[in-house]
């Protein structure tokens, strides 16, 4: 059966679709003897037990969606095409997923993943507070920062009418509640992070640079006799 697909039922579409990928990815991960479904979560193993995600990011977590997702959202029957890792056009650099529905109208996305906990196993959980922090709340201390979810929002400042028609960041949690959970309070602070552009970053860099003249600059200036 046909679907109407618009923009303002897409959110249903794409979760149904994360849902798909989490139920499908039954693959066993190994970890120091543990054993657990790889889930959404680990949905890089499930493309690629013996991935090295050192060696190709997208074994990384959100990194191992877009293909999968694209696969799903492009079905022939609802005239939507969804497209996996599209290039910025000023930066070259590469995003999550571009989807052209049926009225021409496209929407670019990035992706992240908020991880509060390691392990699934019910006698192994621990906290992944540090790298869930680090990730989700980083805030850019430099022009060219591009650590954590701040520069998802930076790179998607830079489209153009031309490139796509809405942008977003989609932020798929990943806690435990009661024990391990995303604050509401988090993802404010992600958002007031993520207002602080690359252009008020690159102007602190150059304060900086003016009261600390780096060592480059002072080499080669020697004292006349």
Known sequence: MSIA????NFHELLFEALRKMDEEATNWSYDQGDEYPTGLRLYGMHVDPNRDPKKNPRHRIEGAWPDRLAEILSLSDNGMLATAFPKYRESGEKGDL???FPDSTKLFLEMKPALTYVRETPQKIGSNASLYKW???NVPKHAKDKKGAAYDFHKLRSLSANDADYAGVVLVAFDLVGRFEVAETDIDQM???????RREAAAADKMAAKQHPAKADRKGK????
């Open 135 to 137: 990730h989700l709340l």
């Open 5 to 8: 697909v618009s923009i303002a």
């Open 98 to 100: 571009l989807v052209r």
């Open 222 to 225: 020697k004292s006349k006799r």
């Open 191 to 197: 958002k007031r992070n993520a207002a602080r552009s």
